[in-house]
């Protein structure tokens, strides 16, 4: 399986994982302020622009009705076939894991108090 490189702009956090042969790199940008905020780099893969909502925005649009600001894991995706797979929480690296919870946990908690 090929190695993926997850990268963020906000940090230094990175790591490495593999993903399916077929898995595609993924460029993360906000679909409110335009910024590159974070990407999946796989070996030898062709590159998909992502537009999903960075940490400091909220979802607004069709498109980012399921998604977390912030993270990684895009629930349209999910069900696609092994394209997408870098950002399937299956195949994630177990360092993400802890940002992840902490980016649906800082999501959930501001939908709660707006409420």
């Known amino acids: 399986m090929p ?3 997850y990268h963020f702009n ?3 956090l990175a790591a490495v ?6 898995a595609h790199s993924l460029a993360y940008v906000c679909t409110t302020c335009g910024k590159l905020w974070a990407r999946i780099n796989c070996e030898r893969a062709l590159w998909y622009v992502c537009g999903a909502p960075c ?3 909220t979802p ?3 498109q980012d009705w399921l998604c977390v600001p912030g993270s990684l894991i895009l629930p349209g995706f999910y069900f696609s ?3 997408c797979a870098a ?3 299956e195949y994630l690296p177990s360092a993400l894991w802890a940002r992840e919870l902490d ?3 800082k999501h959930l908690q501001r939908k709660l108090e707006n409420d």
Not at 17 to 22: D, Q
């Open 17 to 22: 994982g593999t993903v399916p042969a077929a």
């Open 87 to 89: 950002a399937k929480p």
């Open 103 to 105: 980016v649906h946990l």
């Open 55 to 57: 940490e400091l925005h």
């Open 60 to 62: 607004i649009g069709v």
């Open 3 to 5: 190695l993926a490189t």
């Open 81 to 83: 076939s092994d394209w």
């Open 10 to 12: 906000e940090g230094p």
